[in-house]
C-alpha cells in the first residue's frame, strides 16, 4: 500500500504545483530602470515594431534610441536651424521616426536604416502637435487643421475643423484607417473618415473640459484625458457615444493623469506624475489599481504601450520604466458579481489577491486523500 500511497500524494502534489503559480502570479509585477544621459530631457516618446523606444529631446535637438535587450543607447543630432519644442512623436515600423516640431514649425523625420533626417516645414505657423504615417502619407495634427502631406509631391491637403484656435492635441489611427484626434481649445473628438473624405466632429458632454492625449483599443474605442475636469473620457467610434469617468483617489492621494496608453487588452495607463505612480485602469472591470514607481520623486510624464510591456519615463529620476504586470495585477482573484456600468469609478482593488478557487480546490483533494489512507 506504501508505494501506491507516495504515488497518489506526489501526483496530487504535481497538481498542486502546477496550480499555485497561477494563483500567485496575478500579484506578479516588474519594474526594470533604463537610466538615460545625465541632462537629457524628453519631450516625446513613441515604440517601434522591433521594441526600440526612442525619445525625442528639445534643447539641444537630439533623438534617442533605446535598445531594451543591449540596455544601450544611442544618441543622434538632430539638425535644425532653429528652436526646436517636440510635441509628439511616432514610428512607422522600425524604418522611420516622425516628430512633431511646433518650435521650427515643421516634421522632421528620421531614415533608421540610411541614419538621415528629412524636414517638412510648413509656409505658416500651423503649431504641429503630433504626426502618424499612413501609406506614402503623414497625419499632422495642428491648431485649426488636419493636414495631410503626400511624401512623394510634398504637397499638403488641408482638412480644416470647426474653429481656428481649436489646437489638435494628439492623433491616433484606428483598424479601417481612419484617424482620430482631440481639440484642447474647443473641447471636442474628430476623426476623419476614408469613406467619405471629410473631418467629423463630437463635442465631449463636459463643457471646457480641454481633452490633452489620446489613445484606441481594439474595440475601436478611443481613450483621452480631460485635463480641466479631471475625468477619463471614452468615445465609441462605432456607435458615436461618450463615457466619462471621475479619476479617484487611490491610496488616498488623488489621481492626477498626465499621459495615457492603452495596452493589447485594452486596459488604459495613466501616469500620475504628481503622485510619483502609474495607473492601470481595467476598461472591463471599471477598476483602477495603482502601481508605485522609484520613489514619490519619480514623476512619470510620458507613458506608452508595446503590447502589454507598459514603458514610462520618469523625468524625476531621469529613467526609462519598463513595466510588466501580470494580466489581473491588483486585482481580487477571487470571481465577484459584474458590477452595473457607471460613471463613477469602482472602489480601490486591494494589491493582494486571494488564493484563487484552484488552489483552495486542490488543498481540499490532499486532505481528503491523507485521510483516505490514513484509514487503510
Given at each position: 500500500m506504501l508505494p501506491q500511497r507516495l504515488t497518489a500524494l506526489a501526483i496530487?502534489?504535481?497538481?498542486?504545483?502546477?496550480?499555485?503559480?497561477?494563483?500567485?502570479?496575478?500579484?506578479?509585477?516588474?519594474?526594470?530602470?533604463?537610466?538615460?544621459p545625465n541632462g537629457t530631457t524628453?519631450?516625446?516618446?513613441?515604440?517601434?515594431?522591433?521594441?526600440?523606444?526612442?525619445?525625442?529631446?528639445?534643447?539641444?535637438?537630439?533623438?534617442y534610441r533605446v535598445d531594451p535587450s543591449a540596455g544601450t543607447?544611442?544618441?543622434?543630432?538632430?539638425?535644425?536651424?532653429?528652436?526646436?519644442?517636440?510635441?509628439?512623436?511616432?514610428?512607422?515600423?522600425?524604418?522611420?521616426?516622425?516628430?512633431?516640431?511646433?518650435g521650427g514649425q515643421q516634421i522632421i523625420g528620421y531614415d533608421v536604416g540610411k541614419n538621415k533626417f528629412y524636414n517638412f516645414t510648413f509656409p505658416l505657423d500651423l503649431n504641429p502637435t503630433d504626426v502618424i504615417a499612413q501609406d506614402n502619407y503623414l497625419w499632422v495634427a495642428c491648431n485649426m487643421e488636419l493636414g495631410r502631406i503626400n511624401m512623394d509631391t510634398n504637397e499638403m491637403k488641408d482638412y480644416y475643423v470647426d474653429r481656428y484656435d481649436a489646437?489638435?492635441?494628439?492623433?491616433?489611427?484606428?483598424?479601417?484607417?481612419?484617424v482620430w484626434f482631440v481639440e484642447y481649445s474647443s473641447g471636442k473628438v474628430g476623426g476623419?473618415?476614408?469613406?467619405d473624405d471629410?473631418?467629423?466632429i463630437f463635442p465631449i458632454p463636459t463643457a471646457d473640459s480641454k481633452p490633452t492625449c489620446l489613445g484606441i483599443d481594439s474595440q475601436g474605442r478611443l481613450w483621452f484625458l480631460e485635463s480641466a475636469s479631471s475625468k477619463l473620457g471614452m468615445f465609441d467610434t462605432n456607435l458615436n457615444t461618450f463615457k466619462e469617468i471621475d479619476l479617484p483617489q487611490l491610496d488616498g492621494a488623488q489621481v492626477y493623469a498626465k499621459r495615457l496608453a492603452v495596452d493589447s487588452d485594452d486596459n488604459v495607463w495613466l501616469t500620475d506624475t504628481a503622485n510619483g505612480r502609474v495607473i492601470k485602469y481595467y476598461t472591463a472591470k471599471d477598476a483602477f489599481v495603482p502601481i508605485s514607481l522609484n520613489g514619490t520623486k519619480s514623476y512619470p510624464t510620458l507613458i506608452e504601450a508595446d503590447g502589454n510591456t507598459i514603458w514610462a519615463v520618469e523625468s524625476g529620476a531621469s529613467s526609462l520604466a519598463k513595466i510588466r504586470a501580470d494580466p489581473l495585477y491588483g486585482l481580487d482573484a477571487t470571481p465577484t458579481p459584474t458590477a452595473t456600468p457607471s460613471p463613477t469609478p469602482s472602489a480601490t482593488p486591494t494589491p493582494k489577491p486571494t488564493p484563487g478557487f484552484e488552489v483552495i480546490a486542490a488543498l481540499c483533494a490532499v486532505c481528503i486523500v491523507a485521510r483516505k489512507f490514513n484509514k487503510n
Open positions: 496530487i502534489s504535481l497538481f498542486i504545483m502546477m496550480l499555485i503559480p497561477v494563483a500567485l502570479a496575478q500579484s506578479s509585477l516588474t519594474v526594470e530602470e533604463y537610466k538615460y524628453v519631450d516625446a516618446m513613441c515604440v517601434d515594431s522591433r521594441g526600440n523606444v526612442w525619445l525625442a529631446q528639445s534643447s539641444p535637438a537630439t533623438l543607447f544611442d544618441k543622434y543630432v538632430i539638425p535644425t536651424s532653429s528652436d526646436t519644442l517636440f510635441r509628439g512623436m511616432s514610428a512607422e515600423g522600425s524604418s522611420y521616426i516622425w516628430m512633431a516640431d511646433e489646437s489638435l492635441a494628439d492623433l491616433a489611427m484606428d483598424r479601417m484607417g481612419n476623419y473618415s476614408r469613406m471629410q473631418v467629423h
